[in-house]
Every structure is written in structure tokens, then in C-alpha cells.
């Protein structure tokens, strides 16, 4: 069973920088599609940046060219790079996972405890 831990979040000014970590165990690292997710209060969970197997990257058109999602195999962590953070980014971010056999990925969904983002004045 996939387990997973984030660290990282905090205040930030707006424009300011923050990079979130998520440390994985349980299943082989390299094996897995890594994603961050994020719920601000009273909306809906979002799908930030997803990173494939091959480390080919994906992101939101919100985040777009702001935020770099990356992974390192040797330590079983994927990281979220955010730069340029605006008081929208606010929320609670979730790491995720989903196994892959092949060229399948797996439809369960392992997550994160979250970390609270606050881009604030």
C-alpha cells in the first residue's frame, strides 16, 4: 500500500516562492504517476500538475509557467516548485499517486495528509 507524506507549505508573501516535497513508500517509486492536487475552502478539489513515469510534466492553465512539478527517483519524492504565488493559490495541497503495470495506470488513488499553502499580505 502506497503511503504519502508532504512537507513544505507555509505563509508566503504574494510573488513570493514556496516548493513542496512528497515522500513516498510502500511501492516502487519509479513505478508510479505522481500528481498535486489542491482544495482552497469552499471549493472543489483541483488537479494542479500531474508527472508521468517518464518524468513528462502536465499542469493546470492556472499554474501554467508559475509552478514546476518534479520528481527524484533515488529519493521517493516528487516536489512542486511554486514561484510567483498569487493570494488564488491559497489551499490545502495533496500529493497523489496511482500505480502503473506497463502501459496501465491504476484507477485507485493514494493520497497525502495535505500541507497548508497561505499566500497572503
Known amino acids: 500500500q502506497v503511503q504519502l507524506v508532504e512537507s513544505g507549505g507555509g505563509l508566503v508573501q504574494p510573488g513570493g516562492s514556496l516548493r513542496l516535497s512528497c515522500a513516498a513508500s510502500?511501492?516502487?517509486?519509479?513505478?508510479?504517476?505522481m500528481a498535486w492536487y489542491r482544495q482552497a475552502p469552499g471549493k472543489q478539489l483541483e488537479l494542479v500538475a500531474t508527472?508521468?513515469?517518464?518524468?513528462?510534466?502536465n499542469y493546470a492553465d492556472s499554474v501554467k509557467g508559475r509552478f514546476t512539478i518534479s520528481k527524484d527517483n533515488a529519493k521517493n519524492t516528487v516536489y512542486l516548485q511554486m514561484n510567483s504565488l498569487k493570494p488564488e493559490d491559497t489551499a490545502v495541497y495533496y500529493c497523489?499517486?496511482?500505480?502503473?503495470?506497463?502501459?496501465?495506470?491504476?484507477?485507485?488513488?493514494?493520497w497525502g495528509q495535505g500541507t497548508q499553502v497561505t499566500v497572503s499580505s
Open positions: 497523489n499517486a496511482r500505480e502503473t503495470r506497463g502501459t496501465l495506470v491504476s484507477a485507485k488513488n493514494y
Open positions: 510502500g511501492s516502487i517509486f519509479s513505478m508510479l504517476v
Open positions: 508527472i508521468t513515469t517518464g518524468g513528462s510534466p
